[in-house]
């Protein structure tokens, strides 16, 4: 017998359960999920519309008479069944329930009411209206003359109700005397709440002239488009080498055709320039969705989309699962980002679901980075994907020139700010010929990790090459295998007593710079800036109106944003992400310092960007200061390797959490157990369990086990076998497992 678990049709039930229907032997062979289906369905067995989620061989619960499905409606493919289908997907190949799963592709909009415009229309000729206003005009009803004088004043005899009832005093009376007199008629419009700020600002912008190389990678880019199953398609540009010019060329032949496109940024803070640079090219065809919107303005823009009003639209990682009927393209800029990674369950990674999503929709997929993640380049240089390449800025312009500070010769110097003095000096010379400085304070793996500011040693774990995180009690801790020790109170390598972790921040830094320099107009853009709603596009704008002459600020600053005016940039602790407690951290360090060093020299002046660090002959480091992708590749990929981390090796976490320390250890010790018996002679390794970076939050302590192989349909097979193990075992009833893939 084969069963269908099914969602019935989502616009009249709550998303909180599925139902299992029993399928009919005509059925079998061609029933699958995200299929659209008829099903009888309440007490009086009325048929309906559902969606199969999950397809058995076995009944929930047994002994039970099941209804049977209908018929499967071959032409009522929708957008929500294409989105069902990637939610099984997901469901599959993240680990998580099909409800995760489904909230996540059809977050439940709470239903708005409308924004109406009301609009007084005049029903009478306007010889007519002249006449009647001759009559009025003897009367003593002041409101109704100029309520009419107004509507003939108006070429086309219509007038907004709230402009009349704000300049001219029309009241609800005057209206209803109109109304009834047959003079004129007031009609309400269904206004859709603009989520672009600024629109009616935005001026229209035609066309770039593409440069030789764009036009070069547009063309490479279409030529795979021609196969009848394209791949995608990595776009390794350098910074300020044009690729938004080559999405928006690519974007518009798919307008022209009839479709629709999918921009995916990382950061809500890259809104402001990126919306207003697609909205000036494609007008109000584009919309945006975020976090920052209001209901009402996120129900509209989803609306729109799902009735086709909209082309494009733009935002971070939820806006991949617009309901768009005609999705023809999706682009993923800085696809190198850990933002498109899910951090709630299921932990997808927006770049696998937007592949898988076009597969399903016959769209295509760019990927787009100046610092590509090793797993995309990777995939390229393994033919999965096509690489195309802009290897040069805009005209030619020159890249930055880049100077790495040692931090500890600053030490000997008696120099004990966050400020270099070299950096003070370039200040001081940025500032007199009226250009702008950014300073990027590298704050991403600054919780933990200690390390020695005379000698630049950091405290690693001696099995796997990341740095020990430190803990109450003076306890330094690895969160890959549990490796622990005691914080030293000297550095072991130079024996000095400056050791310990990092403490400064965006604030102290602001009150360094305006010390320094109290001539100096200073913006600073983080986390406590950024709150408020519009703050974003409020401090992004004023920088780009020259209102101010330094920003600082935290890794939102260095992503994509183009100022023509910044010529200097200063990267201050640039050894911060490079000794988290992550085997990414050098990848990390890489793109943060390229993309920092990539702000600079983008107008007509040259740029320098200063890179201040306690660990100069890194090859993150060094690498990034001469803007070489290929050379740090090839030396992440030698580590990798060494130490089977994705993308040399698939690699799968097992996360569980729970308020009963003890039985979360004895949990975690009996997955890892029954993992390596079962899988024994695999070549599987599993490491740990130990405890997560983060081991308590909220009274919920947190573990991790992980298990890493060659093959991910194998580690997928492995969760599928864990997630029964945890199924049929009573002890995990009050422990929750999640899965990450990597």
Not at 407 to 419: I, V
Not at 549 to 576: E, N, S, Y
Not at 675 to 681: F, L, R
Request: charged fraction near 25%; proline fraction near 4%.
């Amino acid at each position: 017998m084969t069963y269908a678990d099914i969602i019935v049709d989502i616009s009249h039930e709550k998303l909180d359960k599925s139902f299992q229907y029993l399928v009919p032997e005509k059925l079998k062979e061609e029933i699958q999920v995200g299929m659209v289906v008829s099903i009888p369905f309440g007490r009086g067995n009325h048929v309906r519309k559902g969606y199969v989620v999950g397809i058995s061989g076995e009944p929930k619960v047994k002994g039970i008479q099941l209804k049977s499905v209908a018929g499967i409606e071959n032409d009522q493919e929708t957008t929500e069944s294409r989105l069902i289908a990637l939610a099984g997907w997901m469901k599959e190949n993240y680990g998580s329930t099909m409800i995760q799963a489904l909230k996540t592709v059809l977050p439940i909009q709470k239903k708005m009411k409308a924004q109406e415009k009301r609009w007084i229309t005049l029903l009478i000729s306007r010889e007519d209206g002249e006449k009647l206003l001759e009559e009025l005009s003897m009367t003593r009803f002041k409101a109704r003359i100029r309520l009419l004088e107004a509507l003939l004043q108006n070429e086309n005899g219509k007038i907004e109700t709230a402009w009349a009832s704000k300049e001219l005093g029309t009241t609800a009376s005057v209206l209803r005397y109109f109304e009834e007199q047959g003079i004129a008629s007031v009609e309400s419009d269904e206004v859709y709440r603009n989520a672009v700020a600024d629109a009616e600002n935005i001026p229209h912008v035609a066309p770039a002239v593409l440069s030789i190389s764009q036009q070069m990678a547009v063309n490479q880019i279409l030529s795979e488009w021609e196969h009848p199953d394209p791949r995608p398609v990595l776009l390794h540009g350098v910074t300020g080498s044009g690729k938004t010019e080559v999405y928006m060329e690519l974007i518009d032949k798919v307008i022209k055709e009839g479709g629709q496109a999918i921009v995916l940024i990382p950061e809500i803070a890259l809104t402001y320039q990126t919306v207003r640079r697609f909205y000036g090219r494609f007008g109000d065809k584009v919309s945006v969705i975020n976090s920052r919107l209001s209901l009402g303005e996120r129900y509209d823009q989803f609306k729109r989309a799902k009735q086709g009003e909209l082309q494009v639209m733009v935002g971070p990682r939820s806006a991949l699962f617009t309901p768009f009927g005609k999705l023809r393209l999706i682009i993923i800029d800085e696809e190198h980002e850990s933002s498109y990674k899910s951090e709630n369950s299921p932990r997808y990674h927006a770049r696998e679901t937007a592949i898988h999503r076009a597969k399903l929709e016959g769209a295509r997929v760019i990927l787009g980075s100046a610092t590509p993640s090793m797993e995309a380049y990777y995939r390229a240089k393994e033919g999965e994907y096509v690489l195309v390449k802009l290897e040069a800025r805009f005209e030619e312009r020159p890249l930055p020139r880049v100077s790495i500070i040692d931090m500890r010769e600053q030490l000997k110097k008696g120099n004990r700010l966050a400020l270099s003095l070299e950096l003070r000096e370039d200040l001081s010379q940025c500032l007199k010929k009226g250009e702008q400085a950014m300073l990027f304070l590298n704050r991403r793996g600054y919780a933990g990790f200690v390390s020695c500011r005379s000698c630049g040693h950091v405290m690693k774990c001696p099995h796997c090459d990341v740095s020990l995180s430190e803990h109450n009690g003076r306890k330094l801790i690895c969160h890959y295998c549990g490796y622990e020790t005691v914080k030293p109170d000297k550095c072991p390598v130079c024996s000095s007593p400056y050791i310990g972790g990092f403490k400064a921040g965006t604030q102290q830094i602001q009150q360094v710079v305006e010390k320094e320099f109290p001539e100096a107009r200073v913006l600073r853009m983080d986390y406590d800036t950024t709150r408020a709603k519009g703050s974003y596009e409020k401090i992004l704008s004023a920088f780009s109106r020259h209102e101010a002459d330094i920003l600082i600020g935290t890794q939102m600053i260095v992503k994509g944003h183009d100022f023509p005016d910044v010529t200097l940039v200063g990267i201050l602790a640039a050894d911060l992400s490079l000794n988290a407690d992550d085997y990414r951290s050098g990848e990390r360090t890489f793109q943060l310092l390229t993309q920092a060093v990539g702000r600079a020299g983008r107008g007509r002046k040259e740029g320098h960007a200063l890179i201040q660090t306690y660990s100069p002959d890194h090859y993150s480091i060094q690498t990034a200061a001469k803007q070489d992708y290929e050379e740090f590749y090839q030396e992440e990929m030698g580590y990798r390797l060494l130490m089977d981390y994705p993308p040399a090796a698939h690699m799968m976490a097992v996360l569980g959490s729970s308020e009963d320390e003890k039985l979360l250890e004895t949990a975690m010790h009996y997955l890892g157990l029954f993992t390596g018996k079962i899988y024994a002679g695999k070549d599987l390794h599993v490491i740990g369990p130990a405890p997560a970076s983060v081991g308590k939050v909220k009274d919920v302590y947190r573990r991790v086990l992980y298990l890493k192989h060659e093959n991910y349909d194998l580690l997928v097979r492995i969760k599928d076998r864990l997630e029964e193990y945890i199924e049929i075992n009573s002890g995990f009833r009050k422990v929750n497992i999640q899965f990450d893939f990597s």
